[in-house]
Nanobody, 122 residues
Framework: QVQLVESGGGLVQAGGSLRLSCAASGRTFSSYAMGWFRQAPGKERAFVARISRDSGSTYYADSVKGRFTISRDNAKNTVYLQMNSLKPEDTAVYYC???????????????WGQGTQVTVSS
């Protein structure tokens, strides 16, 4: 099982940028596809982006395509989410998670981080 800790959230104006980090414990990080999700107030948690174990494949939700970039550094056991051109509708708690496979959005049980708040003001 992998433990995940997100950081990098904050308050930013529309059009600004933030870079989220998700640090993983354990020696198995590089064997997992990883994903970012977000949950806005009153809404269900939604998929944002995912990346394969070797960074060879990435997938994005249509709402963030072209603005967000997911990346990872297996030597540092960390996955990142670079968020540019932020919009007020990007306001949410952002979570990272280990995935069962890069081929589908299915989270490994017990692998959610605690989340980091992103607030975009208009």
């Amino acid at each position: 099982q992998v433990q995940l800790v997100e950081s990098g959230g904050g308050l930013v104006q529309a059009g600004g940028s933030l870079r989220l980090s998700c640090a993983a414990s354990g020696r198995t990080f590089s064997s997992y596809a990883m994903g970012w999700f977000r949950q806005a107030p009153g809404k269900e948690r939604a998929f944002v982006a995912r990346i394969s174990r070797d960074s060879g494949s990435t997938y994005y939700a249509d709402s963030v395509k072209g603005r967000f970039t997911i990346s990872r550094d297996n030597a540092k056991n960390t996955v990142y989410l670079q968020m540019n051109s932020l919009k007020p509708e990007d306001t949410a708690v952002y979570y990272c998670a280990a995935l069962v496979s890069i081929l589908r959005v299915e989270v490994r049980p017990g692998s959610w981080g605690q989340g980091t708040q992103v607030t975009v003001s208009s």
